[in-house]
């Protein structure tokens, strides 16, 4: 098992942000992909046509989610906390992923940066060209 942290800065308020990784009509247009995501702590949300699954533990409007990731039988739970932060340049995000296992960290690492966080950036530095 491994964990992954890393920050990433998305230029828009915390607010916007977490509309961003909470409603599911905004979470499609910033993935491409349908969503089933609630703010309700022990709703279960799905990405990604399902991809990525999961049950959400904890959220704090405009500030923090923590989300249990399904990976199959784990001996402990992969265990996801996003911190949103006020930024000079927008909204700071810090990303804490525990509990990954071996054979998916790749993967869920490149997912993270390339299809979570650049795809968030660049839906809010969309010119609308």
Known sequence: MKDFKNTYIIPATPGEVYIALTNPFTI??????????????????????????????????????????????????SIVNIVLCEHKKGTLVELNHTNIPDSDYDNITMGWNKYYFDSLIDYFTDDGD
């Open 28 to 77: 499609e247009l910033w993935s491409g992909y349908p969503a089933t995501m609630s703010t309700e702590s022990g709703s279960e949300f799905s990405l990604w046509d399902g991809d990525i699954s999961g049950k959400n533990i904890e959220i704090i409007e405009n500030k923090k989610l923590i989300q249990e990731w399904f990976f199959g039988d784990l001996e402990k739970p």
